[in-house]
């Protein structure tokens, strides 16, 4: 079966006055877009994994770890962790720690949680 793990930056850590990120977006909103992925990807009978991390240090092993757990066939990074460039840093941790714990797995990046398993679609 068809897995996907889901990256994302933990909503209620989001700063969401940073104007790089839509306006009225909000942790309500991510959460509610993240249902709508996680359905969309059983919709087309794939499991998938939620790995939410905070913005520090802990980000990149937290990923890392997760893929331990787990062959995926596709990582999706969400928008929030590369939209901001004050995220860039953290973004690439995150991209880093995918191609050293998976190297084999394609990578793919959502525009919004909602569109997270067209992005992966992409690549599965």
């Not at 997760?66 to 999706?76: E, W």
Request: glycine share 6%; with cysteine; aromatic share 6%.
């Amino acid at each position: 079966m068809t897995r996907v793990l889901f990256v994302g930056q933990i909503p209620e850590t989001v700063d969401f006055s940073d104007p790089a990120l839509p306006p009225g977006f909000n942790a309500e909103k991510i959460q509610a877009g993240i249902k709508i992925a996680t359905a969309s990807m059983t919709e087309r009978g794939w499991e998938s994994d939620l790995c939410m991390i905070p913005p520090d240090e802990t980000a990149a092993p937290t990923v890392a770890a997760q893929l331990g757990k787990a062959a995926y066939d596709c990582v999706v990074i969400g928008g929030g962790l590369r939209l901001p460039p004050k995220s860039t840093t953290l973004f690439e941790a995150v991209v880093n720690a995918v191609r050293q714990a998976a190297p084999n797995t394609p990578i793919a990046f959502n525009t919004q949680p909602e569109d997270t398993a067209d992005a992966a679609a992409r690549w599965i």
